[in-house]
Nanobody, 124 residues
Framework: QVQLVESGGGLVQAGGSLRLFCAAS????????MGWFRQAPGKEREFVAEIRWRGTGTYYGDSVKGRFTISRDSARNTGYLQMNSLKPEDTAVYYCAFDVWGRGAYAPGEEGYWGQGTQVTVSS
């Protein structure tokens, strides 16, 4: 099992920056992946970014490419999402997710785990 604790959300003006944190504990493998997703009111959940726990390999949703950066500190078991040039349309609850086997499915019950979510609000 994996426990995820997110932090770092808040209110920021358009054009500003925020950094989200996701502390992971439990069953973490080199092949595991950590992802960030977001969900705005009335909208479907959207993929934001993903990183492999060891080695290289990062992936981004089209709407955040060039503005957001995902990273992780394996020694601290912590993942990060640096969000720059924020826009009002980035407003959402952001969720950290972890896939133990690195399949990218993040399916609960199949070694996929989710954090509680953190609110990010970008004012215009």
């Amino acid at each position: 099992q994996v426990q995820l604790v997110e932090s770092g959300g808040g209110l920021v003006q358009a054009g500003g920056s925020l950094r989200l944190f996701c502390a992971a504990s439990g069953r973490i493998l080199d092949r595991s992946t950590m992802g960030w997703f977001r969900q705005a009111p009335g909208k479907e959940r959207e993929f934001v970014a993903e990183i492999r726990w060891r080695g290289t390999g990062t992936y981004y949703g089209d709407s955040v490419k060039g503005r957001f950066t995902i990273s992780r500190d394996s020694a601290r078991n912590t993942g990060y999402l640096q969000m720059n040039s924020l826009k009002p349309e980035d407003t959402a609850v952001y969720y950290c997710a972890f896939d133990v086997w690195g399949r990218g499915a993040y399916a609960p019950g199949e070694e996929g785990y989710w954090g509680q979510g953190t609110q990010v609000t970008v004012s215009s």
